[in-house]
């Protein structure tokens, strides 16, 4: 299986992780699949969270397009983590589910 570019069989079962380091003003990503030897990792920065949040889901999904993985959900799980209720408008597929 190529790094760059996950089809077939196997894709449905790629699970792309997303860790976030968390500040007031900006937000550092990391994204990794497991196929690559680091994962990419990106700021986001803007002056209301809300807004961060959906720079990340947006990060995510052109990330899934760019990496060739499912894109059924734009993104399914972000460990122990719970939105505020203000972040439910800008997660538009019922995006986010808490994990503990």
């Known amino acids: 299986m190529d790094a760059n570019h996950v089809t077939g069989p196997h894709a449905e079962g790629v699970i792309l992780a997303v860790s976030l380091e968390l500040s007031a003003a900006q937000w550092k990503v990391a994204l990794h699949d497991g196929f690559r030897e680091k994962p990419a990792v990106r700021m986001v920065s803007a002056p209301q969270a809300n807004l961060r949040l959906q720079a990340v889901l947006e990060l ?41």
Do not use: F
């Open 60 to 100: 995510i999904a052109q990330h899934k397009q760019k990496w060739s993985l499912p894109s059924n959900e734009l993104a399914s799980r972000l460990m122990g983590w719970t939105p505020p209720p203000e972040a439910a408008s800008t997660c538009q597929s019922g995006c986010v589910e808490a994990t503990t």
